[in-house]
Nanobody, 123 residues
Framework: QVRIKESGGGLVQPGGSLRLSCTVSRFTSGHYAIGWFRQAPGKEREGVSFISMSDGSTYVDRSVKGRFTISRENGKNTVYLQMNSLKPEDTAVYYC????????????????WGQGSQVTVSS
């Protein structure tokens, strides 16, 4: 059974930084992607970034481009989302998800989801 472990959420002041981590275990296919999504209260879940675990290619949504960076730890099924220059509108529950393929912002393409990490940006 695939397991996803997230960590790294918390409370930060505007302009601050946080790093989320996501470790995926027992994923049988070598061709898969890990995506980060977020959902703010009263809003739909939206894609933030994803990375192909096959070739390391990445994509970052325009709303966070230049502030958020996705990366992976070589040799391990661990992905990081480095979030800098955080804004109050970044406040949301952030979810890590894993699915076969090259990566996408379509949630239904991801079969496995983490429990979510609360990120709150407030002074």
């Amino acid at each position: 059974q695939v397991r996803i472990k997230e960590s790294g959420g918390g409370l930060v002041q505007p302009g601050g930084s946080l790093r989320l981590s996501c470790t995926v275990s027992r994923f049988t296919s070598g061709h898969y992607a890990i995506g980060w999504f977020r959902q703010a209260p009263g809003k739909e879940r939206e894609g933030v970034s994803f990375i192909s675990m096959s070739d390391g290619s990445t994509y970052v949504d325009r709303s966070v481009k230049g502030r958020f960076t996705i990366s992976r730890e070589n040799g391990k099924n661990t992905v990081y989302l480095q979030m800098n220059s955080l804004k109050p509108e970044d406040t949301a529950v952030y979810y890590c998800a894993a699915g076969t393929g090259w990566g996408t912002f379509e949630p239904y393409e991801y079969a496995y989801w983490g429990q979510g990490s609360q990120v709150t940006v407030s002074s």
